[in-house]
């Protein structure tokens, strides 16, 4: 089981309160995550990757057992503690501004 923690807009999005438990292999990648994700919550299509490229949306983060994820293949698999369940795999909102 995958915890994933959404960004508070995400939730609000997919009306989700807290964690989201995931059945996942044990190779799960980010990517087969968002697949899941996306099929459960079809409304968070589009919102954490791209829609044509699949590709990760500029503003999105990911982080896992305090590693940045962000700029990792989405097929590499998840941190063994993260497909075990001990920790949860963080999708956050960047900060941007000035």
């Known amino acids: 089981m995958i915890r994933v923690l959404l960004p508070a ?3 609000s999005l997919a009306r989700v309160e ?4 995931l059945e996942a292999g044990t190779t799960a ?3 087969a995550v968002i697949d899941t ?5 079809q409304m968070l299509g589009g919102t954490i990757r791209e829609h044509g490229t699949r ?13 940045d994820l962000s700029h990792d293949p989405l097929d ?3 941190p063994r503690d993260v497909l075990e369940g001990r920790e ?3 999708i956050v909102g960047a900060i941007a501004g000035g």
């Open 9 to 11: 807009h995400l939730r």
């Open 18 to 21: 807290g964690e989201i438990a």
């Open 29 to 31: 990648s980010i990517a």
């Open 37 to 41: 994700l996306e099929a459960r919550y």
């Open 55 to 67: 590709r990760r949306r500029p503003l999105i983060r990911f982080f896992a057992c305090e590693q």
């Open 76 to 78: 590499t698999s998840l």
């Open 88 to 90: 949860p795999l963080l």
